[in-house]
């Protein structure tokens, strides 16, 4: 009977270990500090060896702008130290795909899109590009923030929501164009926190994936945060891939990645997700989660990895 038991629970373990690895492989990673990172060997190798130890498959890259001052972007003959991490990042740590963040379709045009187009191998190339623009937020309704200073009153947009919104869905369109015209195959996907039903059904023919906004200080706060943005998507019958966002500075899951391992917040993240009065990890095209950003989780897994041993 003992021997039975112990089976039993071995297969248990086993099969669990098998779902947090399945979904572990859908993990993204947010590099906040890139343009320190890059052109430095050990910083590099350090952020690559964290991300295939901890099954990261997709990285998204901040700092892009800053990256451009330094070795230009859309030069072939000094973007060179861009393209060789991307490819060191897809053929020696098992990395699949690479994004590019920025604010601005404009960004993307002008620097990313070229970028691309100056390599050949498609190893060296974006895979993503990722619009961060929060046009749901104050800086977008006020007329002296900042969105209102620098991308709206210029593109004879209202400095309020409604125009703020048109011009995050031009900025989609403008991403898309972009995408249908290369020849690589480039990912349109969008962050957002805060929007509303008729906002999505927009949003949802312009990307291939969208990153929810799920801020708290452990699994059941961060849930309860995007459980109505969950809903929303899942309520259009939409099959548009879903990343859930986790935040990993301190005073929200940075604490407590210091004390809990990846594989075990995302069990209890999922339970979380099972446990609403509507199954919302059975009905929507969940893509895992996403964590931002690299800095802070690292610091918080060191902490871990060291109180284990």
Partial sequence: M????????????????FCINTFGSERTLYVDNFSNI?????KENKLLLFAKRNN????????????DKRWSLTDASKNTILADFISKAKTKYSIQNVGASGESATFFTNRIDPYNNTRKNSDEKFDVYNLEYEYWSKN??????YYCENYLRDNNLSCTRAGSFQYFVNN???????SSKNKHNIKIEAYLAYFSKEEMKVINELCDRVIIHA????????INSATKSLKLIMNLNSS???SILLSTRMNHMGYWFKHNSLGKSESLLFKEM???????????NLDGFSYQTYSYLEKAMNYYSYSQN
């Fill in 215 to 222: 801020y708290g200080k452990n699994p059941k706060t961060a």
């Fill in 172 to 178: 989609l369109k403008e991403l898309n164009a972009l």
């Fill in 140 to 145: 977008a309704s006020s007329d002296d923030g």
């Fill in 38 to 42: 890059l052109g430095n060997p050990g």
């Fill in 240 to 242: 548009i891939k879903t």
């Fill in 2 to 17: 003992g021997s039975k038991v112990k089976k039993l629970k071995f297969l248990i373990v086993i099969i669990l270990f």
């Fill in 56 to 67: 990261f498959k997709t990285l998204i890259l901040y700092q892009l702008n800053k990256v």
């Fill in 274 to 284: 099972n446990g609403k009065s509507i199954n919302l990890r059975k009905q929507l």
